[in-house]
Each structure stands twice: as structure tokens, then as C-alpha cells.
Nanobody, 121 residues
Framework: QVQLVESGGGLVQAGGSLRLSCAAS????????MGWFRQAPGKERAIVAT????????YYSDSVKGRFTISRDNAKNTVYLQMNSLKPEDTAVYFC??????????????WGQGTQVTVSS
């Protein structure tokens, strides 16, 4: 199976930036679509961004489009989420995910443990 480990979360001020990383185990990383989701206390887990197997296609939720960038390095078995112009409403636990279907129909097969992102005003 696939194991995913997120890193890079932390506390930043509004307008600042963070870069999240998700390291995947195994040799089959390139066979999965990858995505980032987030969940705030009392809220549903929501999709943030996805990227296809080769990295040539990306999808973003409207709330982060233009501010966040998802990318992947298949040689390093790693997916990234660059977050710029952060807002307090971006505060959440961010989860990395791997799936066999991607885009806006992303179906999660594996979850990471999550990393906390807190944006102060």
C-alpha cells in the first residue's frame, strides 16, 4: 500500500506563504493522481487542488485558485502545495491524498496524517 507523510505546515500571518510537501512511499507514485484536501474544526473535508499522474493537468477549488499551486516530482515521489497570499480562512488541517481517479471527481484511496496550517490576521 501507499503511505503519505505531509510536512511544512505552521503558523503564518495573513498575506504570507507556506509550502507543503507530501512524501509517498513505494515505487508506484507515478501511477496515482494526487491531491490536497483541508478540514477546519466543525467543517467538512474539502478538496483544495489535484494533479494528474504526469503533472500536466491540475484542478483548483475556486477559493484557492490564483493563490495556490500544486506540483509533483515523480522522481522524488513528492507532491507539493505552494500557498501564497494566505488568508485566515485558509486555516485548517491539510491532508495529502492519492487516488486512481482525479480531477474534480477525485476519489481517495490513501490519506496522509495531515499537517496544521494556521493563518493569523
Amino acid at each position: 500500500q501507499v503511505q503519505l507523510v505531509e510536512s511544512g505546515g505552521g503558523l503564518v500571518q495573513a498575506g504570507g506563504s507556506l509550502r507543503l510537501s507530501c512524501a509517498a512511499s513505494g515505487r508506484a507514485f507515478s501511477s496515482y493522481h494526487m491531491g490536497w484536501f483541508r478540514q477546519a474544526p466543525g467543517k467538512e473535508r474539502a478538496i483544495v487542488a489535484t494533479i494528474n499522474k504526469s503533472g500536466g493537468y491540475t484542478y483548483y477549488s475556486d477559493s484557492v485558485k490564483g493563490r495556490f499551486t500544486i506540483s509533483r516530482d515523480n522522481a522524488k515521489n513528492t507532491v507539493y502545495l505552494q500557498m501564497n497570499s494566505l488568508k485566515p480562512e485558509d486555516t485548517a488541517v491539510y491532508f495529502c491524498a492519492a487516488g486512481t481517479t482525479g480531477g474534480n471527481l477525485f476519489a481517495v484511496d490513501y490519506w496522509g496524517q495531515g499537517t496544521q496550517v494556521t493563518v493569523s490576521s
